[in-house]
């Protein structure tokens, strides 16, 4: 059984940067064909951040693309997603996946909360 789990969220302001970390435990991160971030804000569903796949496809939704980076670092079983000019739009909880899907993951970790604010 593989655990997910995010690290890096904070409190950040209107301009700045974050980088979350996912680590996998218990497996690895290349039994997966597809991995990705997700976040939820508050009343809002959850939403695809971006998503990459094991053919090196990687998709970004269309109001981060340009902003963030999605890396998966199978050397050391972690995803990395580094966040740039961040908006107050982009608070939310942040999830990472992994799956044979990039849109019906497998496993989830707990997610971490990340606040854009002045």
């Known amino acids: 059984q593989v655990q997910l789990v995010e690290s890096g969220g904070d409190l950040v302001q209107p301009g700045g940067s974050l980088r979350l970390s996912c680590a996998a435990s218990?497996?690895?991160?290349?039994?997966?064909?597809?991995t990705a971030w997700y976040r939820q804000a508050p009343g809002n569903q959850r939403e695809l951040v971006a998503g990459?796949?094991?053919?090196?496809?990687?998709k970004y939704g269309s109001s981060v693309k340009g902003r963030f980076t999605f890396t998966r670092e199978n050397a050391k079983n972690m995803l990395v997603l580094q966040m740039n000019s961040l908006k107050q739009d982009d608070t939310a909880v942040y999830y990472c996946?992994?799956?044979?899907?990039?849109?019906?993951?497998?496993?989830w970790g707990q997610g971490t909360q990340v606040t854009v604010s002045s």
């Open positions: 218990g497996g690895s991160l290349t039994r997966f064909y597809a």
């Open positions: 996946t992994a799956g044979q899907s990039i849109l019906r993951p497998d496993y």
């Open positions: 990459t796949t094991s053919d090196g496809t990687t």
